[in-house]
Every structure is written in structure tokens, then in C-alpha cells.
């Protein structure tokens, strides 16, 4: 079977940090967008950040800019989303999805229904 398991996800104060973690099964990510959406409760699913695993682009929803950052161990076929300085405001499930081909991050990170295939989300939760 053909999935991703998303990881890392818990209970932070505000300014604390995490990690999150993408892996997935049946496949590997070398020609892949991957990518991290965030949905809150009564919102809509948004997305957090993309790397494109083939040339190593990445891109930032402007809300994480400096805080979060991104990146593919393909050693160990996984990504990461180091989330620092998080604040309340960052409480959502995160997801991690992952898209075959040559689109461009930016185009990834705006369309989430773009993307293959989608993990289950790692919950978050960050208190004031």
C-alpha cells in the first residue's frame, strides 16, 4: 500500500518548538513535491510549506516565514518541518501530502488538491 505517515505533532507553549516528520511507504520521494497543509477547526485546509525533492526549492506560506523550516533527508526518505517560535495561531492538524512531477512548489502550496497523496495529520497544539 501507497502512504504517508506523519509524525511528530504534540503540546507546546508558545515560543517552544517541533518537529515535524513525513515518511513514506511503497514509494520514495525522490520525484516529488512534498509539501505540509495546516487545516484548524472551522477552517480551511492551508498550506505551510513545500520542497520540491528533485532540486531542493522550497517555499514558505508568508505566516511561517522565519519560523519553520523545511527540509528532505533522502538517506532516510523522509521530511522534516522544524516549527520554532510557534504560536497559538499555528494550532491546526498538519498534513503531509506528496505530488509526482515537475510542478513548481509555489503552485503546490496554493492548490492542496494537486497533490496524490495525503498522510492522516499530526495534531498541534500551542497554548498562550
Known amino acids: 500500500d501507497v502512504q504517508l505517515q506523519a509524525s511528530g505533532g504534540g503540546f507546546v507553549q508558545a515560543g517552544g518548538s517541533l518537529r515535524l516528520s513525513c515518511a513514506p511507504s511503497?514509494?520514495?520521494?525522490?520525484?516529488?513535491?512534498i509539501g505540509w497543509f495546516r487545516q484548524a477547526p472551522g477552517k480551511e485546509r492551508k498550506g505551510v510549506s513545500c520542497i520540491s525533492n528533485s532540486d531542493g526549492i522550497t517555499v514558505y506560506a508568508d505566516s511561517v516565514k522565519g519560523r519553520f523550516t523545511i527540509s528532505s533527508d533522502n538517506a532516510k526518505n523522509t521530511v522534516y518541518l522544524q516549527m520554532n517560535n510557534l504560536k497559538p495561531e499555528d494550532t491546526a492538524v498538519y498534513y503531509c501530502?506528496?505530488?509526482?512531477?515537475?510542478?513548481?512548489?509555489?503552485?503546490?502550496?496554493?492548490?492542496?488538491?494537486?497533490?496524490?497523496?495525503w498522510g492522516k495529520g499530526t495534531l498541534v497544539t500551542v497554548s498562550s
Open positions: 511503497g514509494f520514495t520521494f525522490d520525484d516529488y513535491v
Open positions: 501530502a506528496a505530488v509526482r512531477g515537475a510542478l513548481h512548489p509555489l503552485q503546490v502550496i496554493t492548490t492542496p488538491s494537486v497533490m496524490d497523496y
